[in-house]
Protein backbone atom coordinates (compact mmCIF):
# COMPACT_ATOMS: atom_id res chain seq x y z
CA UNK A 1 0.00 0.00 0.00
CA UNK A 2 1.11 3.38 -1.07
CA UNK A 3 1.28 6.22 1.90
CA UNK A 4 -1.29 8.20 0.45
CA UNK A 5 -3.43 5.18 1.29
CA UNK A 6 -2.03 4.69 4.44
CA UNK A 7 -2.48 8.62 5.29
CA UNK A 8 -5.95 8.05 4.11
CA UNK A 9 -6.70 5.02 6.14
CA UNK A 10 -5.31 6.57 9.46
CA UNK A 11 -6.63 9.69 9.23
CA UNK A 12 -10.27 10.84 10.12
CA UNK A 13 -11.58 13.78 8.48
CA UNK A 14 -13.64 14.62 11.74
CA UNK A 15 -11.09 14.84 13.57
CA UNK A 16 -8.46 16.90 10.99
CA UNK A 17 -11.21 19.88 10.20
CA UNK A 18 -12.67 19.86 14.20
CA UNK A 19 -8.98 21.09 14.36
CA UNK A 20 -9.97 24.18 12.20
CA UNK A 21 -14.08 24.82 12.59
CA UNK A 22 -16.67 23.20 15.52
CA UNK A 23 -18.39 20.42 14.40
CA UNK A 24 -21.86 19.70 15.21
CA UNK A 25 -23.11 16.33 14.89
CA UNK A 26 -26.61 16.32 12.38
CA UNK A 27 -27.74 13.43 11.49
CA UNK A 28 -24.92 11.13 9.74
CA UNK A 29 -22.82 14.76 9.11
CA UNK A 30 -21.29 17.13 10.94
CA UNK A 31 -22.26 20.61 10.24
CA UNK A 32 -20.18 23.90 10.62
CA UNK A 33 -19.88 27.64 9.88
CA UNK A 34 -17.69 27.33 6.80
CA UNK A 35 -14.15 27.73 7.71
CA UNK A 36 -13.82 29.03 3.79
CA UNK A 37 -16.21 31.98 3.47
CA UNK A 38 -17.60 34.41 6.11
CA UNK A 39 -21.38 32.88 6.93
CA UNK A 40 -23.77 33.28 9.67
CA UNK A 41 -25.63 30.34 9.12
CA UNK A 42 -23.66 26.85 8.79
CA UNK A 43 -23.86 25.65 5.01
CA UNK A 44 -20.37 23.28 6.06
CA UNK A 45 -20.84 20.02 5.91
CA UNK A 46 -18.63 16.94 6.67
CA UNK A 47 -19.17 13.22 5.57
CA UNK A 48 -17.45 10.96 7.63
CA UNK A 49 -18.77 7.79 5.89
CA UNK A 50 -17.37 9.07 2.36
CA UNK A 51 -14.34 11.05 4.22
CA UNK A 52 -14.92 14.19 2.39
CA UNK A 53 -16.47 17.73 2.87
CA UNK A 54 -18.63 20.31 0.83
CA UNK A 55 -19.40 23.50 1.39
CA UNK A 56 -23.35 24.27 0.23
CA UNK A 57 -22.45 28.02 0.63
CA UNK A 58 -20.74 30.72 -1.25
CA UNK A 59 -17.83 27.96 -1.85
CA UNK A 60 -19.93 25.44 -3.20
CA UNK A 61 -17.35 23.20 -3.39
CA UNK A 62 -16.00 20.26 -1.59
CA UNK A 63 -13.39 17.42 -1.57
CA UNK A 64 -11.19 15.23 0.61
CA UNK A 65 -8.91 15.19 3.70
CA UNK A 66 -5.91 16.66 1.89
CA UNK A 67 -8.01 19.07 -0.52
CA UNK A 68 -9.40 20.34 2.80
CA UNK A 69 -5.36 21.22 4.57
CA UNK A 70 -4.42 21.99 1.18
CA UNK A 71 -7.14 25.09 1.59
CA UNK A 72 -6.76 25.78 4.54
CA UNK A 73 -2.99 25.94 5.26
CA UNK A 74 -2.80 27.26 1.26
CA UNK A 75 -0.06 24.34 0.74
CA UNK A 76 0.19 21.94 -2.17
CA UNK A 77 -1.02 18.71 -2.42
CA UNK A 78 2.74 16.85 -0.99
CA UNK A 79 2.51 19.27 1.83
CA UNK A 80 -0.82 18.45 2.74
CA UNK A 81 0.23 15.12 2.81
CA UNK A 82 3.21 15.13 4.85
CA UNK A 83 1.58 17.47 7.38
CA UNK A 84 -0.61 14.69 8.02
CA UNK A 85 1.42 11.79 7.84
CA UNK A 86 3.01 13.17 10.37
CA UNK A 87 -0.07 13.13 12.68
CA UNK A 88 -0.88 9.51 11.39
CA UNK A 89 2.65 8.74 12.25
CA UNK A 90 3.80 8.22 8.96
CA UNK A 91 7.39 9.22 7.57
CA UNK A 92 7.12 10.38 4.03
CA UNK A 93 10.18 10.84 1.83
CA UNK A 94 11.12 14.70 2.06
CA UNK A 95 10.57 16.69 -1.33
CA UNK A 96 13.85 17.00 -1.95
CA UNK A 97 15.60 13.48 -1.75
CA UNK A 98 12.57 11.44 -3.77
CA UNK A 99 15.11 9.07 -4.80
CA UNK A 100 16.11 7.80 -1.45
CA UNK A 101 17.33 4.46 -1.73
CA UNK A 102 16.46 4.02 -6.00
CA UNK A 103 19.68 3.69 -6.91
CA UNK A 104 20.09 1.03 -4.04
CA UNK A 105 16.66 -0.78 -5.09
CA UNK A 106 17.74 -0.60 -9.12
CA UNK A 107 21.10 -2.44 -8.18
CA UNK A 108 18.98 -4.95 -6.29
CA UNK A 109 16.70 -5.90 -9.24
CA UNK A 110 19.73 -5.81 -11.45
CA UNK A 111 21.63 -8.75 -9.59
CA UNK A 112 18.62 -10.63 -9.23
CA UNK A 113 18.01 -10.33 -12.70
CA UNK A 114 21.64 -11.57 -13.40
CA UNK A 115 21.31 -14.16 -11.14
CA UNK A 116 17.96 -15.57 -12.79
CA UNK A 117 19.75 -15.29 -16.30
CA UNK A 118 22.34 -17.58 -14.69
CA UNK A 119 20.15 -20.02 -13.17
CA UNK A 120 18.37 -20.20 -16.09
CA UNK A 121 21.15 -20.91 -18.13
CA UNK A 122 22.38 -23.98 -16.03
CA UNK A 123 19.19 -25.46 -16.52
CA UNK A 124 18.97 -25.03 -20.24
CA UNK A 125 22.78 -25.86 -21.24
CA UNK A 126 24.79 -27.60 -18.60
CA UNK A 127 25.57 -31.01 -18.18
CA UNK A 128 24.32 -30.90 -14.38
CA UNK A 129 21.16 -29.23 -15.08
CA UNK A 130 20.32 -32.53 -16.51
CA UNK A 131 18.36 -33.92 -13.31
CA UNK A 132 15.88 -30.57 -13.18
CA UNK A 133 15.71 -30.62 -16.99
CA UNK A 134 13.84 -34.36 -16.37
CA UNK A 135 11.99 -33.23 -13.54
CA UNK A 136 10.40 -30.25 -15.45
CA UNK A 137 9.45 -32.80 -18.17
CA UNK A 138 8.14 -35.26 -16.04
CA UNK A 139 5.93 -32.58 -14.64
CA UNK A 140 4.91 -31.87 -18.38
CA UNK A 141 6.34 -28.61 -18.46
CA UNK A 142 7.03 -27.04 -22.08
CA UNK A 143 9.82 -25.38 -23.39
CA UNK A 144 8.11 -21.98 -23.92
CA UNK A 145 6.31 -22.25 -19.67
CA UNK A 146 10.18 -23.25 -18.86
CA UNK A 147 11.15 -19.52 -20.32
CA UNK A 148 8.18 -17.93 -19.26
CA UNK A 149 8.77 -18.01 -15.81
CA UNK A 150 12.51 -17.69 -16.19
CA UNK A 151 13.14 -21.43 -14.15
CA UNK A 152 16.81 -22.11 -13.26
CA UNK A 153 18.99 -24.35 -11.17
CA UNK A 154 21.39 -23.46 -8.64
CA UNK A 155 24.54 -25.63 -8.99
CA UNK A 156 26.01 -27.52 -5.97
CA UNK A 157 28.29 -25.16 -4.88
CA UNK A 158 29.51 -22.49 -2.29
CA UNK A 159 30.30 -20.27 -4.45
CA UNK A 160 29.64 -20.69 -8.28
CA UNK A 161 27.42 -17.55 -8.15
CA UNK A 162 28.57 -15.29 -5.90
CA UNK A 163 31.96 -15.81 -8.76
CA UNK A 164 29.75 -15.16 -11.23
CA UNK A 165 28.27 -12.38 -10.11
CA UNK A 166 31.50 -10.41 -8.62
CA UNK A 167 33.26 -11.17 -12.30
CA UNK A 168 29.94 -9.16 -13.75
CA UNK A 169 31.18 -5.99 -11.40
CA UNK A 170 28.53 -6.49 -8.53
CA UNK A 171 29.92 -6.12 -4.86
CA UNK A 172 30.23 -8.71 -2.27
CA UNK A 173 27.82 -6.20 -0.14
CA UNK A 174 25.35 -6.20 -3.15
CA UNK A 175 25.06 -9.92 -3.26
CA UNK A 176 24.55 -9.81 1.00
CA UNK A 177 21.71 -7.18 0.08
CA UNK A 178 19.98 -9.42 -2.15
CA UNK A 179 19.97 -12.32 0.15
CA UNK A 180 22.10 -14.17 -2.79
CA UNK A 181 25.09 -15.36 -0.33
CA UNK A 182 24.70 -15.28 3.30
CA UNK A 183 27.89 -14.38 5.80
CA UNK A 184 29.05 -17.61 6.79
CA UNK A 185 30.64 -18.08 10.71
CA UNK A 186 34.05 -18.77 10.04
CA UNK A 187 33.79 -15.09 8.31
CA UNK A 188 33.14 -14.08 4.23
CA UNK A 189 30.35 -15.35 2.27
CA UNK A 190 28.95 -18.12 0.66
CA UNK A 191 25.82 -18.61 -1.72
CA UNK A 192 22.56 -19.33 -0.21
CA UNK A 193 20.96 -21.17 -2.64
CA UNK A 194 22.90 -24.42 -3.95
CA UNK A 195 21.52 -27.62 -5.94
CA UNK A 196 17.85 -26.44 -6.04
CA UNK A 197 15.12 -25.49 -8.28
CA UNK A 198 14.69 -21.76 -9.48
CA UNK A 199 11.93 -19.89 -9.42
CA UNK A 200 12.55 -16.05 -10.17
CA UNK A 201 9.63 -14.06 -7.80
CA UNK A 202 8.73 -10.84 -10.11
CA UNK A 203 6.90 -7.86 -8.62
CA UNK A 204 3.55 -6.73 -11.18
CA UNK A 205 5.83 -5.21 -13.08
CA UNK A 206 7.88 -7.89 -14.04
CA UNK A 207 11.10 -7.31 -11.95
CA UNK A 208 13.02 -10.22 -10.20
CA UNK A 209 12.68 -9.02 -6.63
CA UNK A 210 13.41 -12.35 -4.84
CA UNK A 211 13.98 -16.57 -5.42
CA UNK A 212 12.09 -19.15 -4.30
CA UNK A 213 14.34 -22.32 -4.67
CA UNK A 214 13.24 -26.02 -4.30
CA UNK A 215 15.00 -29.45 -3.63
CA UNK A 216 15.21 -31.79 -5.56
CA UNK A 217 16.40 -34.72 -3.24
CA UNK A 218 14.97 -35.24 0.29
CA UNK A 219 17.24 -32.87 1.99
CA UNK A 220 15.67 -29.94 4.01
CA UNK A 221 14.22 -27.64 3.86
CA UNK A 222 12.51 -28.07 0.88
CA UNK A 223 11.60 -24.79 0.05
CA UNK A 224 14.09 -22.03 1.09
CA UNK A 225 12.67 -18.33 -0.38
CA UNK A 226 15.07 -15.11 -0.76
CA UNK A 227 14.90 -13.27 2.72
CA UNK A 228 13.45 -9.90 3.37
CA UNK A 229 15.34 -7.19 1.52
CA UNK A 230 14.95 -3.89 0.23
CA UNK A 231 12.61 -5.27 -2.68
CA UNK A 232 11.67 -8.50 -1.24
CA UNK A 233 8.67 -8.53 1.76
CA UNK A 234 6.92 -11.91 1.05
CA UNK A 235 3.87 -10.66 2.35
CA UNK A 236 3.84 -8.17 -0.20
CA UNK A 237 4.44 -10.79 -3.43
CA UNK A 238 2.30 -12.57 -5.59
CA UNK A 239 3.81 -14.99 -7.76
CA UNK A 240 3.26 -15.25 -11.33
CA UNK A 241 1.32 -11.96 -10.58
CA UNK A 242 3.27 -10.04 -13.41
CA UNK A 243 2.12 -12.84 -15.83
CA UNK A 244 -1.61 -12.60 -14.79
CA UNK A 245 -2.54 -8.87 -14.74
CA UNK A 246 -4.21 -8.98 -17.58
CA UNK A 247 -6.20 -12.22 -17.55
CA UNK A 248 -7.70 -11.96 -14.31
CA UNK A 249 -8.60 -7.71 -15.27
CA UNK A 250 -10.28 -9.51 -18.65
CA UNK A 251 -11.57 -12.32 -16.24
CA UNK A 252 -12.63 -9.95 -13.55
CA UNK A 253 -11.63 -12.76 -11.02
CA UNK A 254 -8.01 -13.83 -9.83
CA UNK A 255 -7.55 -17.28 -8.22
CA UNK A 256 -5.07 -17.72 -5.80
CA UNK A 257 -3.26 -21.27 -5.33
CA UNK A 258 -0.12 -22.10 -2.37
CA UNK A 259 2.47 -23.15 -4.49
CA UNK A 260 4.87 -22.36 -7.22
CA UNK A 261 3.84 -25.47 -9.65
CA UNK A 262 0.30 -24.69 -9.30
CA UNK A 263 0.84 -21.53 -10.91
CA UNK A 264 3.29 -22.65 -13.66
CA UNK A 265 1.11 -25.83 -14.42
CA UNK A 266 -2.32 -23.36 -14.74
CA UNK A 267 -1.04 -21.18 -16.76
CA UNK A 268 0.24 -23.41 -18.98
CA UNK A 269 -3.09 -25.00 -19.33
CA UNK A 270 -4.36 -21.67 -20.23
CA UNK A 271 -5.59 -20.91 -16.62
CA UNK A 272 -3.90 -17.70 -16.86
CA UNK A 273 -5.82 -15.36 -13.84
CA UNK A 274 -3.93 -17.48 -11.09
CA UNK A 275 -1.42 -16.31 -8.89
CA UNK A 276 0.13 -17.91 -5.34
CA UNK A 277 0.09 -16.22 -2.02
CA UNK A 278 3.63 -16.70 -0.81
CA UNK A 279 2.42 -18.79 2.35
CA UNK A 280 -0.86 -20.30 3.53
CA UNK A 281 -2.87 -17.43 4.64
CA UNK A 282 -3.00 -14.24 2.35
CA UNK A 283 -1.88 -11.13 3.05
CA UNK A 284 -4.00 -7.70 3.53
CA UNK A 285 -1.19 -6.24 1.33
CA UNK A 286 -2.02 -9.03 -1.13
CA UNK A 287 -5.39 -8.70 -1.35
CA UNK A 288 -4.43 -4.65 -1.60
CA UNK A 289 -3.28 -5.67 -5.14
CA UNK A 290 -5.34 -7.74 -6.49
CA UNK A 291 -8.30 -5.12 -5.32
CA UNK A 292 -6.93 -2.87 -7.60
CA UNK A 293 -7.44 -5.30 -10.79
CA UNK A 294 -11.02 -7.12 -9.26
CA UNK A 295 -13.12 -7.50 -7.12
CA UNK A 296 -13.28 -11.20 -7.34
CA UNK A 297 -11.69 -13.67 -5.44
CA UNK A 298 -11.23 -17.31 -5.41
CA UNK A 299 -9.00 -19.41 -3.15
CA UNK A 300 -7.79 -22.87 -3.91
CA UNK A 301 -7.00 -24.62 -0.66
CA UNK A 302 -7.12 -28.02 0.89
CA UNK A 303 -9.59 -29.18 2.62
CA UNK A 304 -8.15 -28.25 5.85
CA UNK A 305 -6.81 -25.67 5.09
CA UNK A 306 -9.86 -24.51 3.87
CA UNK A 307 -11.40 -24.89 6.94
CA UNK A 308 -9.28 -23.16 9.53
CA UNK A 309 -9.24 -20.06 7.01
CA UNK A 310 -12.50 -19.98 6.36
CA UNK A 311 -13.33 -20.36 10.27
CA UNK A 312 -10.38 -17.67 11.20
CA UNK A 313 -9.88 -15.24 8.62
CA UNK A 314 -13.18 -15.40 6.25
CA UNK A 315 -14.46 -12.13 7.40
CA UNK A 316 -10.78 -10.32 7.26
CA UNK A 317 -10.90 -11.44 3.43
CA UNK A 318 -14.18 -10.38 3.11
CA UNK A 319 -14.01 -6.89 4.64
CA UNK A 320 -10.12 -6.11 3.22
CA UNK A 321 -11.66 -7.13 -0.20
CA UNK A 322 -15.17 -5.00 0.31
CA UNK A 323 -16.44 -7.99 -1.56
CA UNK A 324 -17.26 -11.64 -1.71
CA UNK A 325 -14.48 -14.16 -1.30
CA UNK A 326 -15.08 -17.70 -2.61
CA UNK A 327 -13.31 -20.90 -1.89
CA UNK A 328 -12.29 -23.73 -4.11
CA UNK A 329 -12.04 -27.17 -2.32
CA UNK A 330 -9.39 -29.37 -3.72
CA UNK A 331 -9.99 -33.04 -3.51
CA UNK A 332 -8.17 -34.62 -0.70
CA UNK A 333 -4.66 -34.71 -0.87
CA UNK A 334 -4.61 -33.14 -4.52
CA UNK A 335 -3.02 -29.87 -5.26
CA UNK A 336 -4.62 -27.77 -8.36
CA UNK A 337 -0.82 -28.53 -9.79
CA UNK A 338 -2.26 -32.17 -9.69
CA UNK A 339 -5.48 -31.56 -10.66
CA UNK A 340 -4.88 -29.85 -14.14
CA UNK A 341 -2.50 -31.66 -15.40
CA UNK A 342 -4.71 -35.29 -14.07
CA UNK A 343 -7.33 -33.00 -16.32
CA UNK A 344 -8.23 -29.55 -16.87
CA UNK A 345 -11.91 -30.41 -16.94
CA UNK A 346 -12.02 -31.61 -13.23
CA UNK A 347 -10.21 -28.52 -12.14
CA UNK A 348 -13.10 -26.17 -14.56
CA UNK A 349 -15.68 -27.66 -12.54
CA UNK A 350 -13.84 -27.10 -9.08
CA UNK A 351 -13.69 -23.69 -10.62
CA UNK A 352 -17.19 -23.22 -11.24
CA UNK A 353 -18.74 -25.22 -7.93
CA UNK A 354 -16.26 -22.42 -5.44
CA UNK A 355 -18.62 -21.30 -2.69
CA UNK A 356 -18.82 -17.92 -1.19
CA UNK A 357 -16.63 -18.41 2.25
CA UNK A 358 -19.02 -17.60 4.26
CA UNK A 359 -21.28 -20.63 3.19
CA UNK A 360 -18.61 -22.47 3.54
CA UNK A 361 -18.16 -21.42 6.89
CA UNK A 362 -21.59 -22.17 7.69
CA UNK A 363 -21.08 -25.86 6.43
CA UNK A 364 -17.65 -26.33 8.53
CA UNK A 365 -19.73 -25.60 11.22
CA UNK A 366 -23.18 -27.22 11.11
CA UNK A 367 -20.92 -30.05 10.07
CA UNK A 368 -20.24 -31.57 13.13
CA UNK A 369 -23.81 -30.04 15.20
CA UNK A 370 -27.03 -31.85 15.29
CA UNK A 371 -29.27 -28.63 14.54
CA UNK A 372 -32.45 -30.61 15.71
CA UNK A 373 -31.01 -30.14 19.44
CA UNK A 374 -30.89 -27.05 21.54
CA UNK A 375 -27.98 -27.24 23.04
CA UNK A 376 -25.99 -27.25 19.29
CA UNK A 377 -28.50 -24.46 17.87
CA UNK A 378 -26.99 -22.32 21.04
CA UNK A 379 -23.24 -24.19 19.41
CA UNK A 380 -24.30 -22.31 16.33
CA UNK A 381 -24.95 -19.24 16.94
CA UNK A 382 -22.19 -18.92 19.37
CA UNK A 383 -19.84 -19.99 16.31
CA UNK A 384 -21.29 -18.47 14.01
CA UNK A 385 -22.59 -15.57 15.44
CA UNK A 386 -19.95 -13.28 15.97
CA UNK A 387 -18.02 -14.16 13.01
CA UNK A 388 -20.93 -12.80 11.04
CA UNK A 389 -21.14 -9.93 13.41
CA UNK A 390 -17.47 -8.56 12.05
CA UNK A 391 -19.07 -8.06 8.55
CA UNK A 392 -18.94 -4.64 7.84
CA UNK A 393 -20.80 -5.10 4.57
CA UNK A 394 -24.45 -4.80 5.94
CA UNK A 395 -26.41 -6.25 3.50
CA UNK A 396 -24.82 -9.12 3.79
CA UNK A 397 -24.35 -9.43 7.11
CA UNK A 398 -27.93 -9.39 7.43
CA UNK A 399 -28.15 -12.19 4.60
CA UNK A 400 -26.16 -14.39 5.95
CA UNK A 401 -27.60 -13.69 10.06
CA UNK A 402 -30.74 -13.96 8.82
CA UNK A 403 -29.75 -17.62 7.50
CA UNK A 404 -28.20 -18.43 10.95
CA UNK A 405 -31.82 -17.23 12.36
CA UNK A 406 -33.61 -19.72 10.26
CA UNK A 407 -30.85 -22.95 11.25
CA UNK A 408 -31.58 -22.25 15.10
CA UNK A 409 -35.11 -21.75 13.83
CA UNK A 410 -34.87 -18.27 16.06
CA UNK A 411 -36.14 -14.86 15.56
CA UNK A 412 -33.89 -12.52 13.55
CA UNK A 413 -34.56 -9.77 17.01
CA UNK A 414 -33.38 -12.99 18.74
CA UNK A 415 -30.13 -13.87 17.19
CA UNK A 416 -29.65 -9.86 17.30
CA UNK A 417 -29.69 -10.13 21.02
CA UNK A 418 -28.03 -12.92 21.95
CA UNK A 419 -25.05 -11.56 19.74
CA UNK A 420 -25.12 -8.29 21.46
CA UNK A 421 -25.01 -10.57 25.19
CA UNK A 422 -21.49 -12.67 23.68
CA UNK A 423 -20.14 -9.01 23.66
CA UNK A 424 -19.60 -7.80 26.75
CA UNK A 425 -16.42 -6.07 26.65
CA UNK A 426 -17.61 -3.51 23.89
CA UNK A 427 -20.55 -2.49 26.37
CA UNK A 428 -18.53 -2.43 29.13
CA UNK A 429 -16.00 0.00 27.38
CA UNK A 430 -18.68 2.14 26.04
CA UNK A 431 -19.88 2.83 29.94
CA UNK A 432 -16.65 3.38 31.77
CA UNK A 433 -14.16 4.50 29.27
CA UNK A 434 -16.15 6.95 27.02
CA UNK A 435 -13.28 9.12 26.32
CA UNK A 436 -10.91 6.13 25.72
CA UNK A 437 -13.12 4.67 23.06
CA UNK A 438 -12.95 7.68 21.28
CA UNK A 439 -9.29 8.40 20.83
CA UNK A 440 -8.82 4.82 19.47
CA UNK A 441 -7.69 5.32 16.09
CA UNK A 442 -9.30 3.06 13.72
CA UNK A 443 -8.77 2.04 10.60
CA UNK A 444 -11.00 3.70 7.76
CA UNK A 445 -11.54 1.50 4.93
CA UNK A 446 -10.23 2.51 1.76
CA UNK A 447 -12.72 4.04 0.03
CA UNK A 448 -11.31 3.17 -3.97
CA UNK A 449 -12.56 5.05 -6.84
CA UNK A 450 -11.96 2.49 -10.21
CA UNK A 451 -13.13 4.76 -12.58
CA UNK A 452 -10.97 7.81 -12.12
CA UNK A 453 -7.70 5.88 -11.87
CA UNK A 454 -9.29 4.06 -14.95
CA UNK A 455 -9.56 6.99 -17.05
CA UNK A 456 -6.28 9.23 -15.97
CA UNK A 457 -4.50 5.39 -16.91
CA UNK A 458 -6.19 5.89 -20.03
CA UNK A 459 -5.05 9.57 -20.45
CA UNK A 460 -1.68 8.85 -19.58
CA UNK A 461 -0.83 6.17 -21.66
CA UNK A 462 -2.35 7.11 -24.63
CA UNK A 463 -1.10 11.01 -25.26
CA UNK A 464 -3.39 11.29 -28.60
CA UNK A 465 -6.57 11.66 -25.94
CA UNK A 466 -5.09 14.87 -25.08
CA UNK A 467 -5.98 16.60 -28.36
CA UNK A 468 -9.93 15.32 -26.91
CA UNK A 469 -12.06 17.60 -25.26
CA UNK A 470 -14.64 15.25 -23.73
CA UNK A 471 -15.14 18.06 -21.24
CA UNK A 472 -13.88 16.27 -18.05
CA UNK A 473 -12.97 18.61 -15.08
CA UNK A 474 -10.87 18.47 -12.11
CA UNK A 475 -13.76 18.37 -9.58
CA UNK A 476 -14.92 15.29 -11.17
CA UNK A 477 -11.61 13.53 -9.42
CA UNK A 478 -12.69 13.24 -5.66
CA UNK A 479 -9.68 12.20 -4.75
CA UNK A 480 -6.83 14.64 -4.38
CA UNK A 481 -4.11 12.58 -5.51
CA UNK A 482 -6.22 11.99 -9.15
CA UNK A 483 -6.88 15.80 -9.18
CA UNK A 484 -3.08 16.56 -8.98
CA UNK A 485 -2.18 14.22 -11.80
CA UNK A 486 -5.40 15.33 -14.15
CA UNK A 487 -4.39 18.66 -13.33
CA UNK A 488 -0.66 18.66 -13.76
CA UNK A 489 -1.51 16.28 -16.98
CA UNK A 490 -3.69 19.46 -18.11
CA UNK A 491 0.02 21.30 -18.16
CA UNK A 492 2.96 19.31 -19.01
CA UNK A 493 3.01 19.10 -22.82
CA UNK A 494 5.17 15.25 -22.45
CA UNK A 495 4.48 12.72 -19.87
CA UNK A 496 8.24 13.05 -19.13
CA UNK A 497 7.90 16.05 -17.38
CA UNK A 498 4.91 15.58 -15.08
CA UNK A 499 6.79 13.70 -13.25
CA UNK A 500 8.26 16.69 -12.44
CA UNK A 501 5.48 18.90 -12.00
CA UNK A 502 4.40 15.94 -9.22
CA UNK A 503 5.29 16.05 -5.66
CA UNK A 504 7.50 12.34 -5.34
CA UNK A 505 5.33 11.47 -2.71
CA UNK A 506 2.77 11.02 -5.62
CA UNK A 507 5.07 8.84 -8.09
CA UNK A 508 4.06 6.07 -6.79
CA UNK A 509 0.86 6.38 -7.46
CA UNK A 510 2.02 7.56 -11.11
CA UNK A 511 3.69 4.77 -11.89
CA UNK A 512 0.97 2.66 -10.71
CA UNK A 513 -1.40 4.26 -13.18
CA UNK A 514 1.80 4.68 -16.06
CA UNK A 515 2.22 0.40 -16.10
CA UNK A 516 -1.44 -0.50 -15.58
CA UNK A 517 -2.06 -2.87 -18.59
CA UNK A 518 -4.72 -1.43 -20.90
CA UNK A 519 -6.69 -3.27 -23.71
CA UNK A 520 -5.22 -1.36 -26.58
CA UNK A 521 -8.47 -1.17 -28.50
CA UNK A 522 -11.67 1.57 -29.01
CA UNK A 523 -9.36 3.85 -26.87
CA UNK A 524 -11.12 6.91 -27.40
CA UNK A 525 -14.70 5.23 -27.00
CA UNK A 526 -13.55 4.02 -23.30
CA UNK A 527 -12.53 7.34 -23.04
CA UNK A 528 -15.64 9.33 -23.53
CA UNK A 529 -17.07 6.49 -21.70
CA UNK A 530 -15.16 7.07 -18.71
CA UNK A 531 -15.89 10.56 -18.71
CA UNK A 532 -19.64 10.06 -18.71
CA UNK A 533 -19.07 7.86 -15.58
CA UNK A 534 -16.68 10.22 -13.72
CA UNK A 535 -19.96 12.95 -14.29
CA UNK A 536 -22.09 10.80 -13.27
CA UNK A 537 -20.27 9.28 -10.05
CA UNK A 538 -19.57 12.83 -9.25
CA UNK A 539 -23.47 14.29 -9.53
CA UNK A 540 -24.76 11.16 -7.71
CA UNK A 541 -22.18 11.89 -4.97
CA UNK A 542 -23.36 15.34 -4.62
CA UNK A 543 -26.77 14.70 -4.94
CA UNK A 544 -26.24 12.06 -1.97
CA UNK A 545 -24.57 14.62 0.03
CA UNK A 546 -27.35 17.43 -0.99
CA UNK A 547 -30.34 14.99 0.29
CA UNK A 548 -28.47 14.59 3.37
CA UNK A 549 -28.47 17.99 4.01
CA UNK A 550 -32.12 18.67 2.78
CA UNK A 551 -33.63 16.43 4.92
CA UNK A 552 -31.72 17.63 8.00
CA UNK A 553 -33.54 21.26 7.18
CA UNK A 554 -36.76 19.63 6.35
CA UNK A 555 -36.42 18.25 10.48
CA UNK A 556 -35.68 21.61 12.09
CA UNK A 557 -38.61 22.80 10.19
CA UNK A 558 -39.34 25.57 7.79
CA UNK A 559 -37.65 24.99 4.99
CA UNK A 560 -40.14 22.89 3.03
CA UNK A 561 -41.50 26.34 2.37
CA UNK A 562 -38.29 28.16 1.65
CA UNK A 563 -37.83 24.97 -0.67
CA UNK A 564 -40.88 25.33 -2.69
CA UNK A 565 -40.48 28.96 -3.29
CA UNK A 566 -37.00 28.66 -4.79
CA UNK A 567 -38.46 25.37 -6.75
CA UNK A 568 -41.33 27.99 -7.85
CA UNK A 569 -38.97 30.82 -8.87
CA UNK A 570 -37.34 27.77 -11.28
CA UNK A 571 -34.63 27.29 -9.60
CA UNK A 572 -32.24 24.14 -10.51
CA UNK A 573 -32.16 21.63 -7.67
CA UNK A 574 -28.50 21.83 -7.63
CA UNK A 575 -28.65 25.49 -6.81
CA UNK A 576 -31.89 25.33 -4.27
CA UNK A 577 -29.24 24.83 -1.52
CA UNK A 578 -26.81 27.56 -2.54
CA UNK A 579 -29.46 29.82 -3.26
CA UNK A 580 -30.79 28.78 0.05
CA UNK A 581 -28.13 29.08 2.86
CA UNK A 582 -27.10 32.69 1.13
CA UNK A 583 -30.98 33.96 1.72
CA UNK A 584 -30.19 32.98 4.97
CA UNK A 585 -27.08 34.36 5.36
CA UNK A 586 -28.32 37.54 4.06
CA UNK A 587 -31.58 37.53 6.18
CA UNK A 588 -29.42 37.43 9.78
CA UNK A 589 -27.00 39.96 8.63
CA UNK A 590 -30.30 42.15 7.44
CA UNK A 591 -31.57 40.99 11.02
CA UNK A 592 -28.14 41.78 12.78
CA UNK A 593 -27.88 45.31 11.48
ZN1 LIG B 1 -17.88 28.04 2.19
Redesign the pocket.
Known amino acids: MGVIDEVKQRMDIVEVVSQYATLKKAGRTFQAL????S?KHP??FVYPEQQSWH???????GGDIFSFVMKKEGIDFGDALRLLGQKAGITIPSKFEPEAGKEERERLYQVNQAAAQYFHNLLLNSPVGEKTREYFTSRGLSPKTVTGFQLGFSLNSWDALKQYLTERGYAESELLAAGLVIESEAGGTHDRFRNRLMFPIQDIRGRIVGFGARVLDDSLPKYLNSPQTLIFDKSNCLYGINLAVAAIRQQDLVVIVEGYMDVITAHQNGFSNVVASMGTSVTEKQIGTLKRLTRNMALALDADAAGEEATLRAIDYENTLEAEVKVIIMPEGKDPDDVIREDAKIWQNLLEEALPIIDYTFNIVTAKLDLNTAKDKSLAVDKLGLILDGMKDTVRRVHYLQKLARLADISLRDLETAIRRMKPSRGRRQTKEPDQVRVTRTLHPLLSSPVEEYCLALLLQYPELKGRNAGLSPEYFENSENREIFAVWQQADKLSSLKDELDSAIWEHLDSLVTRSLTANQIEQKYANCVLRLQEIHLKSLEVKRGEVLALEAESGGTAAELAKLEEQGIEVSVQLGELFTQRSRGSQEQRR
Open positions: CPFHESFCFGACNT
